[in-house]
């Protein structure tokens, strides 16, 4: 865990990183200086529910206040707690060498759609922190897009020729000043914007409550039945919520409705730092062609400037430390920029689909009434504007200028070698885990967590660091694949579908609904019934 000091100004700090803290998710807490919404604790009737109080579910609950329509939000944690608040703070319509790729398997009408929808992304982003006056450290800057190794020129080049017809404005650099890495080519996109994600919701949050609409933190949901005109959705404490629409905006799809969303994207950690920067470089925000991926941009508060650096992403439960990959950031951001020391580090997870594009819209062509946000493919603050762009018009109109493009239901997503590759990996990952490998003691030391077996069988040992034991099931209550243990965030993850659970079992990410079973919490409180 990263320890830091509590109250206002450190909790101001905190947030101008652009992260909702900086934390290892078993010891979230909440900044004393935001307000607390209250919990469902009744049974309520809405016209249009939203899941989720993260961008997604807060542009989408905007959208729908402005047009008078009667709506609720609910959240599992707290507004902002999941990916959105945890993210570079980056609103580009830049997502990497995205153009081309379109180009080729959608066209070049699609490719430019692209473009554009994320364009109002950003401005429909760029209207609300002006309309409504919000101090979130907004800033217009420039966004980069380049490479370190010749390899990768034509790639870069590629996709400039395909953005010079589709007439997105990007400029061809050969190197970028006063940016201390050796660049051999770079795509710059002006008007671009960085904000801190975390205090722009919380504002967000406050202007929508204000228009009517009731969010509800700490209401996770458990499950949702289809009635003749109306869905039910069950949350955990046993309440319900009569809903005659259902918007899923939690980032992974809980509810699947055979869409086999859960097959469709693939979970990725991502890592970010924050140190002091002792000498300024390039106004902008950067980030890599290459592998492994590097994110760069800068912050400043008051008369102090700090380095947000990291990247170096990879599939949910396919590391063997988290640790080492903030030392290979630190190493990096060292190697390259004058920093000081480490101010704050903290992960995050995202879904990617197989073709890049996010899926936004019907959850299916049987069930019009739920819509779904997901696969943002690590650019999901001007995609979730995007989102609460679509999903109003298709509720209002049943008919959006971006439907086709970002339809969940395309075949194109599916239909490729990349979603046979992937499933075929998913395959593996169930099989493997199911091999009994693992400690036969639970010789485990104080924040270490690892696979034991007990009587036959494995399961999932973590020591707190007041040395207290707790073992689960590591068995996924989504589809049953076993989970893998995350040094970082102390959690046990899922290397199949990008599930999370805390090392008490407790539901951090799904699409998993039910928490794994706790076998027993201390070294003598281990129930042999159970195991």
Aim: charged share 25%; aromatic share 12%; with cysteine.
């Amino acid at each position: 865990n990263f320890l830091f000091e509590s109250g206002y100004e450190a909790g101001k700090k905190i947030l101008a990183t652009s992260a909702t803290a900086v934390f290892s998710s078993n010891n979230l807490m909440l900044l004393g200086f935001l307000k607390a919404m209250k919990t469902l604790d009744k049974d309520i009737e809405i016209d249009y529910l939203i899941v989720g109080a993260g961008l997604t579910g807060l542009h989408t609950a905007y959208m729908l206040s402005k047009e008078n329509k009667q709506t609720i939000v609910i959240e599992s944690d707290k507004v902002g707690y999941g990916s959105s608040g945890r993210n570079t703070g980056k609103i580009t319509s830049s997502h990497g060498l995205i153009y081309e790729n379109i180009s080729k398997k959608y066209g070049k009408e699609k490719a430019r759609l692209y473009y554009e929808a994320n364009e109002d992304g950003l401005k429909l982003i760029k209207d609300i922190v002006k309309k409504y006056d919000i101090d979130c450290n907004f800033e217009n800057l420039p966004n980069y897009i380049f490479t370190e190794d010749e390899d990768y020129l034509n790639q870069l080049k590629n996709e400039y020729k395909i953005c010079e017809k589709l007439q997105i404005p990007y400029e061809y650099l050969n190197r970028i000043e006063d940016f201390p890495l050796d660049i051999k080519g770079a795509l710059k996109l002006d008007n671009q914007a960085q904000f801190n994600s975390k205090k722009y919701m919380d504002s967000l949050a406050k202007v929508i409550s204000e228009k009517g609409v009731e969010i509800y933190e700490n209401t996770p949901v458990v499950g949702l039945e289809k009635h003749k005109d109306f869905y039910i959705v069950k949350t955990r404490n046993d309440k319900t919520i009569k809903a005659k629409s259902v918007v899923i905006a939690s980032s992974n799809i809980w509810h699947d409705e055979l869409g086999l969303y859960f097959t469709k994207e693939q979970a990725y950690r991502s890592y970010l730092t924050v140190s002091k920067l002792n000498k300024p470089i390039a106004k902008g925000m950067f980030i890599n062609i290459e592998k492994p991926s590097k994110t760069v941009r800068t912050y400043t508060d008051g008369d102090k400037s700090y380095l947000v650096c990291g990247g170096f992403d990879h599939k949910t439960g396919k590391c063997d430390n988290e640790n080492d990959i903030f030392n290979d950031i630190v190493e990096f951001a060292k190697n390259n920029f004058k920093i000081g020391t480490l101010e704050y580090k903290w992960s995050t997870q995202d879904y990617i689909t197989t073709d890049n594009i996010p899926y936004i819209g019907h959850i299916s062509k049987d069930e019009p009434d739920i819509y779904i946000a997901t696969g943002f493919c690590k650019w999901g603050i001007s995609t979730s504007a995007v989102a609460g762009i679509v999903i109003t018009d298709l509720i209002l109109n049943n008919k959006s200028k971006y439907q086709e493009l970002f339809d969940p239901s395309r075949t194109g997503s599916y239909l490729n070698l990349n979603y046979l590759k992937e499933n075929t990996i998913m395959a593996y990952d169930y099989i493997k885990g199911k091999i009994k490998k693992g400690s036969m003691e639970l010789n485990i030391q104080k924040e270490e967590g690892k696979v034991v077996v007990i009587d036959g069988d494995k399961y999932g040992a973590y020591r707190d660091k007041n040395g207290k034991l707790f073992v689960v099931d590591i068995t996924c209550t989504h589809l049953g694949c076993e989970l893998k243990f995350n040094s970082f965030e102390k959690s046990w993850d899922c290397p199949c579908h990008g599930s999370r659970f805390n090392y008490d079992g407790s539901i951090l990410n799904g699409p998993a609904l039910k928490p794994l079973k706790l076998i027993g919490i201390g070294d003598n409180d281990i129930d042999p019934d159970l195991v």
